[in-house]
């Protein structure tokens, strides 16, 4: 089928098409000639073939699901008549079968940004200051002193925020891995390029005890005074709110010096780390802005900088894609460990790994999860997998990786900004209002209409693939270009409103006692 046929055929194997616009009833098209059998919508799947009921369906020249019904030659296909099925498919998992190293740079073409240089030799991308509570008993505190420093940027231009990183844990959960994943987050957040120097606070009783979280973290006060401890306020010791914000109030004021006196120097683009993000996904992100995305996840590459993939639950159903490209069987078994946590995870707490699609993930034409799956990974480029990372683990194997989050979005970003991810790239096509501080955010839409809705909101737009104005790799370098100039300070939509205060959002996996 052409490029401008109103079905898009992405795959010759593949039982279904996509809708380049509303179909009708019986309208005659190339490849269907009698049409859909009803309206087909935008960015939705139309059945090139009859599909007999309990058959597979293929989209990207892969299983998405299994026909419910049979399904007949120009049906809408959907939530009514494809399903999850049993939930396994025979995959070929084939370990670096696909594990091809990307074409090498070309002399002088090295990239850089204007970044802040840490002592520990990573970059940032903004120059934040930190006020982290141990427990979200002193969330309340945290916050007041955060306030007292609203305007901080008047004073100190070089300062891009005094930053209160709150959560609902700390307590009441269980010793041993738990706490330490919540300490290993926060401590990520502590030592992030992005930030110059930081404070905590902490009531005093609580499970994640102060002096243990300082020990295990290897905290130190990073910019500032490196090897000195850092700033701890106690509530129960100093002898309550007041007086902990006063005391957090003086404690920050003793950082802003230090800080303001950083300055962006010259950086090569390898000291990016680029965390892989979608949300509010729709049956196009899988066809524009994740593949455009995967293409500048390779520039990256190229370059020596991380890429981290996130999101296992909407990796099961394509982690085969993954396995071929994985380095080294240990790598390859790493990835396929964490899917199988997650099946059984989700059979523990009653749920399947395909209540993943939300309500408006269908709306915009994702029916299960293979097929959001399929799309998702498209984030991720060509290269090789390098490196499987446990949840805000720190990422620091050049190349691509993937980390254990989940698909919730603010949960996942946590876990890819701990871990050292100093930029996040979002695609999204139902329209995403995503900010997170400190890492900016760079906003793709899949589609047109989308863009023009919420242009305020969106940094870029990849729906020219879909009308057939531009190519994946023509956005794809678009995306890299401006990754440089956001790296360099130049703000996202989301950082021009002041959003990204509320998305820190530590996983929280076990029973709260």
Partial sequence: MSRQSPLLLLHPSDDVAVARYDLAAAEPLEGLPGGPTGPVPRGHKVALRAVGAGQPVRKYGQVIGYAETAIAAGEWVHTHNLGFGSGEIERDFAVGRAAQPLPPLEPGAERYFDGYLRSDGRAGTRNYLAVIATVNCAANVCQAIARRFGDVRRQYPAIDGVLPLVHKGGCGGKPGWELELLQRTLAGFAKHPNVAGYVLVGLGCEGNQLADFIATGGLVRLEVTPRERPAAILMQEIGGTQRAIDAGVAAVER????AAACRRTRQPASKLALGLQCG????LSGITANPALGVCADELVRQGAVVVLGETPEVYGAEHLLTRRAISPVVAQKLLARIAWWKEYTA????????????????GGLTTIFEKSLGAVAKAGSAPLSAVYEYAEPCTVPGLGHMDTPGYDPVSATGQVAGGCNLIVFTTGRGSCFGFKPAPVLKVATNTPLYQRMEPDMDLNAGGIFDGTTTVREVGLRIFERLLTL???EASKSEAQGLGDEEFNPWIIGCTM
């Fill in 487 to 489: 790296a360099s300070g």
């Fill in 255 to 258: 950082l802003l010096p230090a």
């Fill in 280 to 283: 509010g996904s729709d049956g």
């Fill in 348 to 363: 523990a707490s009653g749920f399947c790994i395909d209540n993943n699609p939300a309500p408006g993930n269908k709306e």
